[in-house]
């Protein structure tokens, strides 16, 4: 496995997020237009998406920004308030995943957007706990959106 892939599967698990949760996600957005579409010909394309270096910078920053706010740890506490609280018009999470679904082009974009909406399964979750005491996922969830996003375009475009 490549090594940004490995690093990125054990951070995510780290994060509550399996390579499974994610699978799920695409396939989810994938299978209005397969027939037969089994979740293991999905999990390549997530992989694939992980071995990307700019996808774990991405994943880096995303994750540290949350696990910061959580510890309450920034430099900037009017920043870090907005964080924490998940601000509904900061949205520098969504301009995050951007990077990662710009890689993947407009059916990405698109993916990013339906997912982000409906809140399906670990994206709900995510968004949900998020929500607790103590708890921050106001990037994670984004980069999770993303990452399922970037898949189902790979995979639609094979
Ligand atoms: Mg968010």
Redesign the pocket.
Known sequence: MNPFTEKALILLQSRGVTLDDIVDCVYYLQKPYHVNLQHKDLEESVLRVLDKREVWHALITAIELDVSAEKSTYANKDLEKIVQM?EGLYGM??VLAYGICNLYGSIAMTNFGFIDKTKYGIVGRLNEDGKKEGVCH??L??MVGAIAAAAASRFAHK
Request: charged share 70%.
């Open positions: 998940d999470d969504e106001t990037f969830d984004d």
